[in-house]
């Protein structure tokens, strides 16, 4: 059955990088709808990133100039480029998909910017 491996997050001083990645198994990246969200202790939710197979591309404006999404379908990951992270970034981050309706969210993997 399908299922989501996360990876890359840590610890990084501000104006650091770190590329998170979420792997997907038992699934096929066709017609998708795929994302990054992130959750702060005692805050909800919110979506940092998407991208769809129609070639949408959706940042918050929080990370906009500073963050890349990205597939390489061919190895069924999902990618975030988090470029310049500044200590507000931090949070658990998650991936989601969305294939054919079917939906799918990763673990959560911990990005903490801090000096």
């Known amino acids: 059955q399908a299922q989501l491996a996360e990876s890359g997050g840590g610890l990084v001083q501000p104006g650091g990088s770190l590329e998170l990645s979420c792997a997907a198994s038992g699934i096929v990246f066709n017609l998708y709808y795929m994302g990054w969200y992130r959750q702060a202790p005692g805050k909800q939710r919110v979506l940092v990133a998407s991208?769809?197979?129609?070639?949408?591309?959706h940042y918050a404006d929080f990370v906009k100039g500073r963050f890349t999404i990205s597939t390489d379908n061919a190895k069924n990951t999902l990618y975030l480029q988090m470029n310049n992270l500044k200590p507000e970034d931090t949070a658990v981050y998650y991936c989601?998909?969305?294939?054919?309706?079917?939906?799918?969210w990763g673990q959560g993997t911990q990005v903490t910017v801090s000096s």
């Open positions: 991208i769809t197979s129609g070639g949408a591309n």
């Open positions: 989601y998909i969305n294939i054919l309706g079917n939906q799918y």
